[in-house]
């Protein structure tokens, strides 16, 4: 066990920053802007020219 306090524990999380919220939110960006291709490579793309 640690000899930390709780409030030590907490400040020592906090000063390693929101890692963890940026991996999640770059995989979040990164599932969409698949999406977003796989669209429009599947769905735009082969319909062609609309008139």
């Given at each position: 066990?640690t000899?930390?306090?709780?409030?030590?524990?907490?400040?020592?999380?906090?000063?390693?920053?929101?890692?963890?919220?940026?991996?999640?939110?770059?995989?979040?960006?990164?599932?969409?802007?698949?999406l977003?291709?796989?669209?429009?490579?599947?769905?735009?793309?082969?319909?062609?020219?609309?008139?």
């Amino acid at each position: 066990m640690t000899s930390e306090s709780p409030q030590q524990q907490i400040d020592e999380i906090v000063r390693r920053g929101p890692a963890g919220a940026f991996a999640v939110a770059g995989v979040a960006t990164a599932i969409v802007v698949a999406l977003y291709v796989l669209f429009y490579l599947f769905v735009y793309l082969p319909r062609g020219a609309v008139q």
